[in-house]
C-alpha cells in the first residue's frame, strides 16, 4: 500500500491554471472511481475540495476540477488565486482501506 | 454543521499506548456515515489509519493494523482511537474524520475534519 504519487511542487501566475497528477494503481486510483482531493493550509486541518473523482462539495468554487484517466486522477486549479496557495493530497479508496498521495505544493507566483 | 474535537495527551512514551478520543457535535455518530482517523507527521504528508462504523465494523491501515484499535461510544457520541507499541515514528499531529453519507453517494472520502491534536512519543 504505497501513497500515490503526485509532483512535489507545482506554480503558476495569478489567473493562470495549474494542474497536478495523482498516479497509482490499477488496485486504488484505477481501480475505483472513488478519487478525491484535499486542500491543506500551514497550520490546518484538509478541507475536502473533490470527491468520487470530479464531483465539488457544496461552496468549493468551479475553479477547482478533477478528472481521470487509467491509473492517473489529476486535479485543476483554473484561474490561480493568492488563496490558492496551499499543499494538495489527492486520496484514493483501495479496497477497504484508503491511501493518500505524497502531497504537492501550489505556489502562485 | 458537523463539528470534530480531538482529544488526548500529547505525549506518550516509547512502548506506550497513544489513546485519543474524537467528540462529534453537530450531528449524530449513528448517522450513515463512517468515521476515521488520519495523521501527518511533522513536514510530511497524510497517512489513513483507519475507520469505524456505528453498527459494527471496522478497517485499518495494513501498515498499523496490528496495532490499532478505535471504538465507538454511542452515548458519548464520540470515537476513539488505540495505537499501541507507539514508537517515534508515531509522532503526529492526528485528525478525526467523518467519511461521506454513504445514503447519499458513495461515501468514499472524508468530508469534516477535526482541528487535529499533536502527540509526541518521547521518554
Known amino acids: 500500500q504505497s501513497a500515490l504519487t503526485q509532483p512535489p511542487s507545482a506554480s503558476g501566475s495569478p489567473g493562470q491554471s495549474v494542474t497536478i497528477s495523482c498516479t497509482g494503481t490499477?488496485?486504488?486510483?484505477?481501480?475505483?472511481?472513488?478519487v478525491s482531493w484535499y486542500q491543506q493550509h500551514p497550520g490546518k486541518a484538509p478541507k475536502l475540495i473533490i470527491y468520487?473523482?470530479?464531483k465539488r462539495p457544496s461552496g468549493v468554487p468551479d475553479r477547482f476540477s478533477g478528472s481521470k484517466s487509467g491509473n492517473t486522477a489529476s486535479l485543476t486549479v483554473s484561474g490561480l488565486q493568492a488563496e490558492d496557495e496551499a499543499d494538495y493530497y489527492c486520496?484514493?479508496?483501495?479496497?477497504?482501506?484508503?491511501?493518500f498521495g505524497t502531497g504537492t505544493r501550489v505556489t502562485v507566483l | 454543521q458537523v463539528q470534530l474535537q480531538e482529544s488526548g495527551p500529547g505525549l506518550v512514551k516509547p512502548s506506550g499506548t497513544l489513546s485519543l478520543t474524537c467528540a462529534v457535535s453537530?450531528?449524530?455518530?449513528?448517522?450513515?456515515?463512517?468515521w476515521s482517523w488520519v495523521r501527518q507527521a511533522p513536514g510530511k504528508g497524510l497517512e489513513w489509519i483507519g475507520e469505524?462504523?456505528?453498527?459494527?465494523?471496522?478497517n485499518y491501515n495494513p501498515s498499523l493494523k496490528s496495532r490499532v484499535t478505535m471504538s465507538i461510544d454511542k452515548s458519548k457520541n464520540q470515537f476513539s482511537l488505540k495505537l499501541s507499541s507507539a514508537t517515534a515514528a508515531d509522532t503526529a499531529v492526528y485528525y478525526c474524520?467523518?467519511?461521506?453519507?454513504?445514503?447519499?453517494?458513495?461515501?468514499?472520502?472524508?468530508?469534516?475534519w477535526g482541528q487535529g491534536t499533536l502527540v509526541t512519543v518521547s521518554s
Open positions: 474524520a467523518r467519511n461521506g453519507d454513504w445514503s447519499r453517494t458513495t461515501g468514499y472520502y472524508f468530508d469534516f
Open positions: 453537530g450531528g449524530s455518530i449513528s448517522s450513515t456515515n463512517w
Open positions: 469505524m462504523y456505528h453498527g459494527g465494523g471496522a
Open positions: 490499477s488496485s486504488d486510483v484505477g481501480g475505483y472511481d472513488y
Open positions: 468520487e473523482v470530479s
Open positions: 486520496n484514493s479508496y483501495a479496497g477497504s482501506f484508503y491511501v
